[in-house]
C-alpha cells in the first residue's frame, strides 16, 4: 500500500473509506467517528449538491438523460433518473462515469481544508468502484440481511421486498468482508455500535504507530 507524503509541519493525511450496505449503519457510524473529532466526507451529500451546482455536470447529465433530469426549477430530479437508470446497467455506469470524477475533485478540495491525520470518506459503493485502492485502509459497516431490511424498514417506510432489491443489486457482503481491513458488526443496539467504532479508531492509531 502506497503511504502517504509526510510534510515536516502537519502529519500525512490518511484517508479511511467507510462503507456499508443499505442499512448497515455506516452514517450511523461516521456520526460517532465526528464525535470523537475525525472529518468525514459524506460522499452522497456531496454527490447531491454537486448534481445541481455543477453547470458542466448538469449539461454532461442533460445530454446522456435528456433534460428531464432536471425539473422546472433546474433541480436534479431524483425520482425520473432513478426510474430510467434502475433497469438500465449501461446507463447507470455512464451516469456514475459522469457524477463521480465530479465528486472527486470536490473530495479533494475539501481534503486540502482537514487538519487531522485520519480523514473519513463515507461511500457506499467503496469497494465496487476500487475507491479502496486510494484510501490507507477500509472500513466495512454490516449487518445480517434481516437486521437492515427491518431498520430502513422503519426510517423509510420502503417496503421488504423494495429494499431486498435493492440489496440484491448491491456488492454480497462475503465480498466486502474480504476486502475490508476492518469490520464491524452492527446487529446489537447503538451502544455496542459506539463502542465498536471507537475500538476501530483505536486499532487504525495502532496500526498507523507501527
Ligand atoms: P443507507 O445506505 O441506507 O443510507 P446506512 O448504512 O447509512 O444506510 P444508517 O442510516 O446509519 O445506515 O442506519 C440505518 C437505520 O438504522 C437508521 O435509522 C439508524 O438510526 C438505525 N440504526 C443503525 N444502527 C443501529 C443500531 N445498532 N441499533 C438501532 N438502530 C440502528
New binding site residues.
Partial sequence: MEEQKQSSETPAKKIIGLT????????????FIEEEGFPVYYS?VHAKEIVNDDADLKQHIKNLLGNDAYDENGFYDRKFVAGIVFDNEELLLKLNSLIHPAVKTDFENWLERQQTEFIFK?T?LLFELKLNESCYRSVL?T?DDNV?IK??M???GKTYREIESIMNRQMPEKDKIKLADFVIF?????D??KSATEKMIVQLNAVSEK
Fill in positions: 456499508g450496505g443499505i442499512g448497515s449503519g455506516k452514517t450511523t457510524v461516521a456520526e452522497d463515507e457506499a459497516v449487518a437492515r431498520r430502513v422503519d426510517r423509510d452492527n446487529n446489537e443496539g447503538l455496542e455500535l
